[in-house]
Every structure is written in structure tokens, then in C-alpha cells.
């Protein structure tokens, strides 16, 4: 693969792993984001296109990224969400 793309990849993934962890943190989400995340709700909508085992280990992947957790930039309990986010498969 060119060098080139392959940094532009691995620059995206750490992005969406940002973006997933920032979707993820209770604490201050912000004017567009009042709700807390519903991991039930996640949970259901994921069985119900069989995509359980997909989102589940797309947010742990997120939550033990270095870069993504570098990227977000902010203060995370990252084991506590590791555990909220086991709930989705359960």
C-alpha cells in the first residue's frame, strides 16, 4: 500500500475512535447531545441487525486506542466504559 495512504488510514481510525469515545463519555456532551447513552438501546438495535459482536468490539477497539484516546484529548474512565459497553453484548 502507498505510505502515503497508509498514514491517511491510520490517522482516520484514531479520528473515529475519537469521535466513538466522544460518544461514549458522560461528561459534558454538549448542546447537541443530552441524553446519556442508552447502551440497552444499543444493545437491541445491534441484535437486531446482528451486528452485536461488530459494535461491541468497534467501541472496545475505540476505548483501548492510544491514538483515539490521545486524539480525544480529555480525561476518560476508560474502564468504567470498557464495563457499559460489555452490556451491548450481554
Excluded: H
Amino acid at each position: 500500500m502507498n505510505p502515503d495512504r497508509l498514514a491517511w488510514m491510520r490517522g482516520k481510525v484514531a479520528k473515529d475512535g475519537s469521535d466513538i469515545i466522544a460518544l461514549l463519555d458522560p461528561k459534558d456532551r454538549g448542546a447537541v447531545l443530552r441524553d446519556a447513552m442508552d447502551y440497552a438501546q444499543v444493545g437491541d438495535l445491534a441484535s437486531e441487525f446482528d451486528l452485536t459482536d461488530l459494535v461491541a468490539d468497534a467501541f472496545q477497539d475505540a476505548l483501548k486506542d492510544k491514538g483515539s484516546l490521545s486524539l480525544y484529548g480529555r480525561s476518560v474512565d476508560v474502564q468504567l466504559l470498557l464495563e457499559r459497553v460489555a452490556r451491548i453484548g450481554g
